[in-house]
């Protein structure tokens, strides 16, 4: 029987490959000239690190996976927001790390520095590949000596990065679910103009706050007031499609008009019981994005305790260029520029009863 072999015994050892494992440690530095201690430290630091990108890629393909599953879509949606919590945690983890490598001082670092050119992180594969199936693109990325990051591989692994920037990142995927959102279509209630007179109303009361402010000169209110904006200003973008489009064009934004007005509402109504699981999923790739952030800005740090301000073994300007990534790089703003079209809950327009009651759990919709 196939089965047979299924529960034979396996030693800890065998099961986890540690021989081979524990092999992979080689210093240059040992093998070039006099042994720098803390090369070991710095092969372990990228290893581990590589494991974790290898997990968290297959996180990431297989949300990417059940997302484009269209006939059992909204089951997976649980599993999608735990698969992603998985994600973050490791990045948090990967945040933590940092200091393990920061105990190494620039001194030692310097002991095996020269071994290391013209290697660098610019060549790490699964960093690429995460970035990428997360959404970010080529053009969105800093250059490299007005070069591709690609060069970087090989044609077979720059080929698989262009499959995966083709189409089919997780950024595009959430913004075709979001566009397919069922609840875009409220019928007899036009939410946009609803939200509109809100808008007006919340703006109106900001600014007689700032007229009455006891603190403030009037040249301060002036310039307040025309700061606030209204539905008019930057809120127009989100009341009109063309507006809107115009500034995906001129490339102040990406994802797409209907994925956005879906977006403001699981925002606005996540409250909703059928909301709770597309808000936490906006929400966890928001975290997703800040994270990675985070740890851009703390490997620059750590890079500048390193090396201050010299190139990179890899030939870039070293800290300079992986502050700015930690900036451009960013994947999901749209959903981060949310929160400036919120209102708060006083002002919500309130749904139609048959939409409210769609929105609700089917056990306490009377249906049942
Ligand atoms: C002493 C420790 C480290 C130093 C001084 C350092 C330095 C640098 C520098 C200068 C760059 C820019 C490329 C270049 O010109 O060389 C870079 C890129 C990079 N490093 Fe490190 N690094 C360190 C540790 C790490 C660790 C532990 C990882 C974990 C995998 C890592 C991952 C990366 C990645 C992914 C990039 C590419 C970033 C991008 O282009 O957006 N580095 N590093
Ligand atoms: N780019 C670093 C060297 C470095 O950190 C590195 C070198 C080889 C393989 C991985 C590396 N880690 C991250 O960039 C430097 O310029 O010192």
């Not at 606030?228 to 009109?240: C, M, Q």
């Not at 597309?278 to 990675?292: H, S």
């Amino acid at each position: 029987m196939k089965d047979e072999g299924k529960y034979t015994t396996i030693h800890y050892q065998n099961y986890l490959e540690i021989d081979a494992l524990l092999s992979l440690q080689k210093n240059r530095s040992a093998a070039l000239g006099e042994n720098a201690h803390d090369e070991t430290l710095f092969i372990i630091m990228h290893q581990a690190y590589e494991l974790w990108f290898k997990q968290i890629l297959t996180e990431l393909a297989s949300v990417c996976k059940l997302f484009r599953e269209e006939r059992v879509h909204e089951d997976n949606m649980n599993t999608v927001l735990l698969r992603l919590k998985r994600v973050s945690t490791i990045i948090e983890l990967m945040i933590e790390q940092i200091k393990v490598m920061e105990t190494m001082t620039p001194l030692d670092f310097l002991d095996f520095r020269d071994y290391l050119f013209p290697a660098s992180g610019f060549q790490s594969m699964q960093f690429r590949m995460i970035e990428a199936l997360l959404g970010l693109r080529e053009d969105d990325r800093m250059t490299y000596h007005g070069k591709s990051y690609k060069i970087a591989f090989t044609e077979q692994q720059q080929q698989q990065l262009d499959e995966i920037e083709k189409g089919g990142s997780l950024f595009e995927l959430v913004e075709g679910w979001l566009e397919r959102t069922p609840f875009l279509q409220f019928e007899g209630f036009d939410f946009l103009s609803a939200y509109r007179a809100a808008v007006d109303r919340m703006v109106a009361r900001e600014k007689e706050a700032i007229n009455k402010s006891d603190y403030l000169t009037d040249r301060m209110k002036t310039m307040r007031t025309k700061m606030l904006g209204d539905s008019s200003t930057y809120f127009k973008h989100v009341l009109s499609r063309e507006s809107h489009d115009e500034l995906v064009g001129s490339g102040q934004g990406r994802l797409s008009y209907d994925a956005t007005v879906a977006a403001l509402l699981i925002n606005l109504y996540r409250d909703k019981p059928i909301l709770n699981i597309p808000f936490n999923l906006l929400a966890e790739l928001t975290t997703i994005d800040a994270l990675l952030t985070t740890w851009r800005y703390r490997h620059a740090q750590m890079v500048m305790r390193m090396i201050g301000n010299k190139i990179g073994t890899g030939g870039s300007s070293g800290h300079e260029y992986l502050s700015q990534t930690a900036e451009k790089h960013k994947i999901f703003r749209d959903l981060h520029n949310i929160s400036s079209l919120l209102i708060p809950r006083s002002e919500l327009p309130e749904l139609p009863e048959g939409v409210a009651r769609s929105l609700g759990f089917y056990y306490s919709s009377g249906r049942a």
